[in-house]
């Protein structure tokens, strides 16, 4: 049996992806979620906390970011002589050992990459929560999924977790502010990006241009 449209002077045109009902929403309320009246299947999602809360998120990301990249991340000790590292730090002491490839890939991933996006989310974010267009909206917000992609910021502490394990016999190591705050960093990208909804941000921006 094939579903119909459901008749409301709603204005997006939404394909549930199981069955490809076709259905026109308004915009959502925070915490509402669409499903297909057919299969059930989840059609769209607005986050509970609304844009409020991705704002705030991505913006305890940023403070995070800037505290990661400005105080040591660890403090090794051998043989009495101390070396302080930082995440940048990291990527210069690759270079300098003939590894420029690593060293541009570590950079992207770990320092630009999530710089672009955290700011590109945030502006974003609060463009469509201002309910004004700030200039260049509609292309940020198209890049934010080629940019995810190049933030493997996980995969980094992974690194780092290994070169503990590698290290420990070898060296004494300290702990520094900006690994505590590279945690955190993990932790709330990942909430932040659960409060991030692009298909209901696309919604916002094409139904105030309609309206
Ligand atoms: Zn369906």
């Not at 394909?15 to 009246?37: I, M, N, Q």
């Not at 991340?73 to 101390?82: C, D, K, N, Y």
């Not at 590894?99 to 955290?118: R, Y």
Request: with cysteine.
């Amino acid at each position: 049996m094939q579903c119909q449209p459901r008749n409301s002077p709603a204005t997006t045109l939404v394909a549930c992806h199981e069955c490809d009902s076709l259905y026109r929403f308004e915009p959502l309320v925070p915490g509402a979620t669409a499903r297909c009246g057919c299969c059930g299947a989840v059609l769209l999602r607005y986050p509970r906390g609304g844009l409020t809360r991705a704002i705030a998120l991505y913006t305890t990301a940023l403070l995070l970011l800037l505290l990661a990249n400005a105080f040591p991340f660890l403090t090794l000790e051998i043989s009495g002589r101390q070396e302080v590292t930082t995440i940048l730090g990291a990527s210069i002491a690759l270079y300098r050992q003939g590894m420029g490839e690593l060293a541009v890939v570590v950079l992207i991933t770990t320092v630009l990459g999530p710089a672009l996006l955290i700011s590109s989310s945030l502006y974003v974010t609060f463009s469509v929560h201002m309910r004004r267009y700030l200039p260049f909206t509609r292309t940020l917000l198209s890049w934010i999924s080629d940019l995810a992609p190049w933030v493997m910021l996980d995969v980094f502490m992974l690194g780092v977790l290994v070169a503990f394990v590698k290290l420990g016999n070898m060296a004494t190591m300290h702990v520094g502010l900006s690994l505590y705050a590279f945690v955190g960093l993990i932790l709330v990208s990942a909430a932040a990006s659960a409060a991030f909804d692009p298909h209901m941000l696309w919604q916002q921006l094409d139904y105030r241009k309609k309206s």
